[in-house]
């Protein structure tokens, strides 16, 4: 951690310095690198698709439900996790899942490397998933093989592990931007889910990347917005009801989904067989879901457009959000490969076109566009994430506060109702816990003065070794070290039993002075107007428990600080988040009558 100048003329609102835009350049390399993978992986889906439903080698625009396999279509998808269970067994484990917890993980735990093998084997596991029916969507799968291509870009330059995260999460947004046209989601994403920080440092490149990446994929005609909707409502409080509502419900919808995916891997877990073969019995439930709704298989896409233009009816709907919600559950519980964020967009939109019917008037898909963005802003906890993927992706800037209401909605009933969401829930089954609160940390906001102790013990540098030995070993004596002052109020260094012993076992005479003994040495001084946030490092650095706080001007001691009164700090901020007090009214008068009594 970097730490405030000790100056505070020389503080900053922000630490970054020059070197972003070093950082930044090498982003738009691996927003390049990022789209033109992502471009690969479409096609690449495509492709696995035409071969596995229409036995054709080609890039045509063919449709899961004009199969001709009839009921053989059903081993379609077994064979798919067949192959992938193979690829991930002999390959990389790290293809298995969706993509998003693995890039947290190697974030989090593995300074932001990712190797070649998942740059390579994660969308080519992704495109066999879902080409041969796997209901899943691509963009989990682009933001591992994004981040995959970013990491691997910083890992042949010298930079930081910061700067190397920073790229790879730069390579996951310009992977996001690619595949659906969002650059200001990918960004969102990127704060809320993946950077652990919110610093111009790492914020200013993956903007860049997302900003590349969305002008680029531009360049190359590709659609956007790829979802054109219209439509919207009358703004009123029985309109706010109704978008309040939907979001407790794709809440509601959020926390059994996610229940489903981790009762399905439960269930795997148990099975006497390898992993491997655990994605060919998903793949099996796939295909017989296939059978009765053929629409629930491959990204869906036309199943989002269909939905928004209110085309889909309620019967329709709910047969679509319960086979696709069990197909992909066992398959995402398997460990096969492939997105959740295609797959929530399509639940929730089926589950806001079956209350359409009981929601206030509006017009067609308005409530299925709010339900999509709400159960994913649930579902992944990143309620801005999802408010702008929707915007974004439809392209109307008007839906923007019935949006934001249902995802806070949303957001709220999951954190209420659940521990972890999808993404966290399977790196916590690892043993890891992470936290996806952003605070200040009080230590930056609160000086040494605050906390030091201002009436402070010293002994006088003529004190001899004898003479310290006895003070320190003496019942009055109730501290373990003391600084040690000349005659001018100069602290020279600290004195404690550990450095008292090796002074007497160095054969030094008992007679010597301890002005003496610490002359020429080195002090390390705090001082009153630094921040805590140095003042740690100060103490790590030195090795010791406390430090002597002195004036800049004429370094005379002014107090005594230690590692106590940093965790009092903490204690502190914690019992105001805790503690609850009323500061007006009569709670306040009853307050001070209260103070008044215990005086007595």
């Not at 059903?74 to 693995?102: D, N, Q, T, Y």
């Not at 269909?306 to 309620?314: I, K, N």
Request: aromatic letters at 6%.
């Amino acid at each position: 951690m970097k730490s405030h100048h000790s100056n505070p003329g020389h503080l900053r609102d922000f630490t970054t310095d020059a070197r972003v835009l070093l950082v930044a350049a090498i982003a738009v390399v691996v927003a390049t690198a990022g789209l033109f993978a992502g471009i690969a992986l479409l096609k690449l889906i495509r492709l696995a698709t035409n071969i596995a439903y229409f036995g054709q080698f080609t890039l045509a625009d063919l449709k899961l439900q004009d199969t001709p396999l009839g009921y053989a279509s059903v081993v379609v998808p077994v064979i798919g996790a067949l192959l992938i269970g193979l690829m991930a067994r002999f390959g990389s484990e790290k293809i298995r899942g969706h993509g998003i917890p693995e890039a947290i993980e190697a974030i989090l735990l593995g300074r932001s490397r990712l190797d070649a093998k998942v740059a390579i084997l994660k969308p080519l596991s992704s495109a066999i998933s879902i080409g041969s029916g796997g209901p899943f969507g691509a963009e989990g799968p682009i933001i591992m093989t994004g981040g995959a291509i970013g990491s691997l870009i910083a890992q042949m330059l010298p930079v930081s592990d910061n700067e190397r995260k920073t790229l790879l999460v730069a390579g996951a947004a310009a992977g996001m931007t690619t595949v659906f046209g969002t650059p200001i989601a990918a960004i969102m994403l990127a704060v809320e889910l993946l950077l652990f920080e919110w610093t111009p440092r790492s914020f200013i490149p993956v903007a860049v990347a997302a900003i590349i990446a969305e002008v680029e994929r531009t360049m190359l005609h590709l659609p956007g917005p790829i979802f054109p909707f219209q439509g919207g409502m009358e703004v009123s409080f029985v309109g706010l009801a109704g978008w309040v509502s939907i979001g407790v419900a794709a809440g509601l919808l959020s926390g059994l989904l996610t229940q489903m995916v981790y009762a399905c891997e439960d269930g795997f877990q148990k099975l006497p067989i390898h992993w491997m073969w655990w994605p060919m019995l998903g793949g099996l439930v796939v295909g017989i879901g296939g059978l009765i709704e053929p629409r629930a298989l491959g990204v869906g896409y036309d199943n989002i457009a269909d939905m928004l233009d209110g085309r889909t009816d309620a019967a329709a709907a709910l047969t679509l959000l319960v086979v696709k919600a069990i197909i992909w559950s066992v398959a995402l519980g398997s460990g096969t490969s492939g997105g959740v964020l295609a797959p929530l967009l399509i639940m929730g939109g089926a589950m806001g076109a079956v209350l359409a019917g009981v929601m206030p008037a509006a017009d067609p898909g308005f409530w299925a566009l709010l339900a999509m963005a709400a159960t994913m802003g649930g579902t992944m906890r990143a309620p801005l994430t999802a408010t702008f993927f929707a915007v974004e992706l439809t392209g109307n800037t008007h839906m923007l506060v019935p949006l934001i209401a249902a995802c806070a909605a949303a957001h709220a009933v999951t954190v209420l109702l659940m521990k972890r969401s999808i993404l966290t829930e399977k790196i916590a089954r690892r043993g890891h816990h992470l936290v996806r609160e952003y605070r200040v940390d009080p230590f930056a906001l609160t000086r040494v003065r605050e906390v030091m102790t201002s009436k402070v013990e010293s002994v006088p540098a003529k004190m001899t070794l004898h003479g310290a030995a006895a003070f320190l070993t003496a019942p009055e004596t109730r501290h373990p070290s003391f600084p040690v002052v000349d005659e001018s109020g100069h602290v020279l260094g600290l004195i404690d039993p550990p450095a008292i012993l090796r002074w007497r076992r160095a054969g030094t005479h008992r007679t010597t002075t301890l002005g003496e003994l610490l002359a020429g040495s080195k002090v390390t001084l705090a001082y009153p107007d630094e921040y805590l946030e140095g003042l740690s490092d100060k103490l790590l650095m030195a090795n010791v428990s406390h430090l002597p706080v002195v004036t800049r001007d004429d370094l005379q001691l002014v107090g005594y600080v230690g590692w106590k009164d940093l965790m009092r700090v903490r204690s502190r901020k914690q019992a105001e988040e805790r503690d609850r007090s009323t500061l007006l009214g009569f709670g306040a008068r009853r307050r001070k009558k209260e103070d008044a009594l215990e005086g007595l």
